[in-house]
């Protein structure tokens, strides 16, 4: 999954650390339901 994050606003920083600490909450809770991923980073 790849996710894009856009914002003119300049709260944008703190927006984007915030969905992608939410994110990463999520996905560690449901590792174990997830047989294998693949990515890469941005």
Known sequence: ????????DPEAIAMH???KTRS???F????W???KA???GA
């Open 24 to 26: 990463e909450f999520v």
């Open 38 to 40: 693949t990515g890469h």
């Open 28 to 31: 560690r809770r449901l590792a």
């Open 1 to 8: 999954m790849k996710v894009l994050f856009k914002s003119r």
């Open 33 to 35: 339901l997830i047989s």
């Open 17 to 19: 650390e915030l969905a």
